[in-house]
């Protein structure tokens, strides 16, 4: 999805003492991105099995109080019990930072579980659009 997914003002609440958002948000962020993703998918019930096991940021600018932030998401990888996100934050139109995210599919207990393939194929066909490649 090229498109903003989520966005939202800054919050006072989210500026340190340097006059810039926290970088701890900016996870917050692409946690809104990703629950709003799996919603306009119709994924919701799967996104309450995964659990985030990696982030990598990516920094490009800084968001500051009073800036509007707006993320995109798109799944870019799909693994047996995995999914890869790319999330891309800007504030007020600049760029902000890429931040890349591995979730794992697993039960109640945590253990990991295969991705159902109807799931599979919802988030193929984001990969597909990326690529222009026809979703099959």
Do not use: K
């Not at 099995?49 to 990516?58: A, D, E, K, M, P």
């Not at 800007?90 to 579980?113: F, K, L, M």
């Amino acid at each position: 999805m090229s498109q903003p997914i989520w966005s939202a003002p800054v919050r006072y609440a989210e500026v340190d003492q340097q006059n810039i958002v926290f970088n701890a948000h900016y996870l917050t962020y692409c946690d809104e991105a990703s629950t709003a993703y799996f919603r306009a998918a119709g994924l919701l019930g799967f996104a309450e099995g995964v659990r985030l096991v990696t982030s990598t940021i990516t920094w490009r600018g800084s968001a500051r109080w009073g800036d509007e932030v707006a993320v995109t998401a798109r799944c870019t990888a799909t693994g047996r019990t995995s999914v890869t996100f790319a999330f891309t934050i800007t504030a007020s139109g600049r760029p902000c930072c890429e931040v890349s995210t591995v979730y794992v599919y697993a039960d109640a207990s945590g253990v990991p579980q295969p991705i159902p393939d109807d799931v599979r194929a919802r988030l193929r066909g984001d990969q597909d659009r990326d690529t222009g490649a026809a979703a099959g």
